[in-house]
């Protein structure tokens, strides 16, 4: 089986192919809308929930079988279809115009996977088996959300703010470093899920006394 190479991708404002109309297309269209893809789906019948966002703008729906010249433009492209001839048509197509392709259920046809994520605000955690198992995926995804909880949104919200004030204030970069990584420990997550309206406050007083010069 090939291995993959890991890796997050921007694809904010980037125009996306989706070929088909059921759930699962429906699923796949939702992550590239969250990610801020635009997104084009070609399917002569979309689920309720595409056919809403076709209603409201939120996608384009091409109301037809697919054909090779939907591929114009789209940087990322999933078939989401049930036909195996039309599947590998568009794997070649995309292949031809230099894209990223997912072919649901064949990972032989893919040039990238999709994993199962958690995903906690600025946090995600992604679990790939390489196309050799998507329900293990799940299985292992579902145990790291019962381990990662809301409060770590808010510690990452956090630690951002933080890390830009230090990046301002603090010159010497070994101390940024120790700043920083004081700031990600386990006492800062246990407030942010003990006291999540205080923390914010609390951490601030922590990080101006941190850095008031020492008498």
């Known amino acids: 089986m ?3 190479y890991p890796m997050m991708v921007d694809i904010n404002g980037l125009r996306c192919l989706v070929v088909g109309g059921g759930k699962v297309a429906e699923r796949k269209t939702r992550g590239l809308l969250d990610a801020g893809a635009l997104v ?17 703008g939120e996608i384009v729906w091409r109301r037809r079988l697919y054909r090779r010249e939907d591929h114009e433009g ?5 078939a989401a279809t049930d036909q195996a ?6 794997r070649h197509e995309a292949d031809a115009r230099g894209q990223w392709v997912n072919v ?14 958690v995903t906690r605000g600025k946090l995600c955690i992604a679990v790939s088996t390489g196309g050799a198992s998507p329900s293990l995926a799940q299985m292992i995804r579902d145990q790291l959300a019962s381990m990662y909880g ?5 510690h990452l919200e956090l630690l951002q ?9 603090v010159p010497v970069p070994k101390e940024r470093y120790r700043l920083v990584k004081e700031l990600a420990g386990e006492e800062w997550l246990e407030e942010c899920r003990a006291n999540p309206e205080k923390v914010r406050s609390k951490m601030y ?3 101006d006394h941190a850095l008031s010069p020492q008498t």
């Open 150 to 154: 809301e409060e770590y949104e808010l």
């Open 40 to 56: 084009t789906v070609v399917s002569p019948k979309l689920s309720p929930q595409l056919a809403q966002w076709a209603d409201t």
């Open 104 to 117: 649901i259920d064949h990972p032989e046809l893919c040039t990238f996977t999709v994993p199962a994520t």
């Open 161 to 169: 703010e933080m890390r830009g004030i230090i990046q301002q204030r």
């Open 74 to 78: 789209c940087r990322l492209v999933i």
């Open 85 to 90: 001839e039309v599947n590998v048509q568009i």
């Open 2 to 4: 090939k291995k993959y």
């Open 205 to 207: 007083q922590w990080l």
